[in-house]
């Protein structure tokens, strides 16, 4: 078996670099030619079915893909903008997983309503990676990406809970709503508990062992394995366990991990995740063989399936753009600083478009679909296939059609035109932010270190304060002995202290720091 296996998944990795140089030449986002390539593997003869235990599904590949994100997205942003985030990622779930199960239940025969909120629970939540992907060719405003990546991450949890509920309601026939309740506020609170408590663990871990970087990197990869596995074990939500627990460890990255650290870090996530993102959308074509074989079996034509998941998806944008209006009308009614009678342009009434025309579905979803368990009380369970060929189908169509037209509605039709004083106004920020951080390290060279007796004649210290104070760089480095050593690491120190107060300001765009410190480290 293992001699089977490891050939096809040394080819998928293979697959996957070869499809991304080929997307990044077609300037198209690379989850778009996975989900065309997991289709096309599909009807390659002869290649293994590739069954994973729907156990193991969530656990394998949800936590490094929580955990990475968690890491990347800016928490001040998050805070920032906590109430269109926590709506989209919280109310808009709910309300399109409500309609799935509606739709669902109404027009695919045997589907309950539990059994569409399965569905719905599944195909709820846009994917983060596909979106960030896609938005990399057009430019959308700072505001606009902060949402979108605050709301991926916390969407994962609310869609994988409604899930959780709706398989225990497909198996026992029914909820106990106080029961229900109780559970809900014990996933939701022992998980930030617990991955809080397991992310101070290793943090106190990396800062009081004599770790290096390879050793670093290694605890941060079995960081989120832990938190998910730990909430799980006391059924809490393991999803948010991840995403608290990676929250607070990116926000302390510094006091526990060094330059080094951080660095080979950022590069082993970026291979790891990438490299687990295109996996995910393999299998499912290893996998489309068997679900088609298994749908027809219950007597359901592939047209018909195929028009299932058509109607799903058409639902799923549909209510994504709905709430996208709905939250701008919000915003008008319930905003103070808005005069009496102000009319918006015609730019602000395509922005909620533009925000509900970027719910691309995307690995999450085939993971959750791929979890659903085989048999139900000993029975095969009811529509399992169809459910993951409806996933797949709605995660093709979001992908292709919205996926590609994207780029080409922004450009057109250009909602965020205004955007280049905001550039404008970055720009200058991170000029402050540079000529700031050089006057501070010179000040505090000279003050401390210019009546030094130690230092006085001394001519590498003489070429530093040169160096800080005419801005200028050289490349003689003989001056550099182990006395000038220390002094250049204090600087370096001193600099991430400095950039790590100015952060603290909410006007301060996070990815410009982080931008600086990422500079300093190297």
């Not at 979001?398 to 004083?421: C, D, W």
């Amino acid at each position: 078996m293992m001699h089977t296996l490891l050939p096809l998944f040394l080819m998928m990795v293979l697959m996957i670099v070869m499809l991304t140089i080929w997307a990044n030449k077609l300037k198209i986002a690379y989850p778009i030619l996975l989900v065309l390539a997991g289709l096309g593997v599909s009807f390659i003869p002869g290649l293994p079915v590739v069954s994973i235990d729907p156990d193991l599904i969530f656990f394998i590949f949800l936590p490094p893909l929580l955990f990475e994100a968690s890491w990347t997205i800016s928490f001040k942003e998050m805070k920032k903008w906590w109430r269109i985030i926590g709506s989209f990622a919280f109310l808009v779930v709910f309300f399109t997983a409500f309609l799935v199960a509606i739709v669902a239940n109404k027009y695919i025969p045997g589907f309950s309503i539990a059994l569409g909120f399965v569905l719905g629970g599944i195909v709820s939540p846009p994917d983060a990676v596909s979106t960030g992907a896609i938005t990399k060719f057009v430019k959308i405003p700072k505001t606009t990406s902060a949402i979108l990546e605050g709301e991926s991450l916390l969407n994962d949890a609310s869609s994988l809970i409604i899930l959780r509920f709706a398989l225990v309601a497909v198996g026992s026939g029914q909820i106990i709503w106080q029961e229900a309740a109780v559970d809900f506020l014990w996933m939701l609170f022992g998980g930030v508990g617990i991955g809080l408590v397991i992310a101070f663990i290793f943090m106190r871990i990396h800062k009081k062992w004599s770790t290096d970087a390879a050793s670093d990197t290694a605890l941060t990869l079995i960081a989120p394995y832990f938190m998910y596995w730990l909430a799980e074990q006391v059924h809490c939500s393991g999803v948010l366990a991840v995403v608290s627990g990676g929250l607070l460890m990116s926000w302390r990255r510094l006091d526990f991990l060094s330059s080094s650290s951080r660095i080979n870090g950022y590069s082993v996530w970026q291979s790891f995740v990438f490299i687990l993102n295109g996996i995910v959308f393999l299998l499912i074509g290893l996998e489309l063989p068997e679900i088609v074989s298994g749908i027809r079996a219950n007597g359901i034509p592939l047209s018909t399936a195929i028009g299932y998941g058509v109607l799903v998806t058409a639902v799923l944008i549909g209510a994504r753009i709905i709430s996208s209006y709905i939250a701008l009308l919000s915003t008008i009614i319930f905003r103070r600083n808005i005069a009496r009678g102000m009319k918006l342009s015609r730019r602000s009434w395509l922005s909620p478009l533009i925000l509900g025309w970027t719910g691309m579905r995307g690995v999450v979803s085939l993971a959750a679909a791929l979890s659903i368990p085989l048999t139900l009380n000993g029975a095969p369970y009811p529509h399992r296939n169809l459910i993951l060929f409806i996933t797949f189908v709605a995660i093709l169509l979001t992908l292709v059609i919205q996926g590609l037209t994207l780029p080409y509605i922004i450009n057109k039709f250009q909602p965020f035109r205004s955007m280049h004083v905001a550039e404008e106004k970055q720009a200058e920020t991170r000029l402050q932010i540079k000529k700031g951080l050089k006057q501070h390290v010179y000040n505090h060279i000279k003050n401390k270190y210019e009546n030094d007796e130690k230092w006085i004649g001394h001519v590498g210290m003489e070429k530093v304060l040169k160096h800080w104070e005419n801005q200028a760089n050289t490349q003689d480095i003989r001056w550099i002995d182990e006395n000038i050593k220390a002094v250049l690491l204090e600087m370096f120190e001193l600099q991430r202290q400095y950039l790590s107060e100015l952060n603290k300001d909410p006007e301060i765009d996070e990815d410009l720091i982080r931008s600086q410190i990422y500079q300093i480290d190297l």
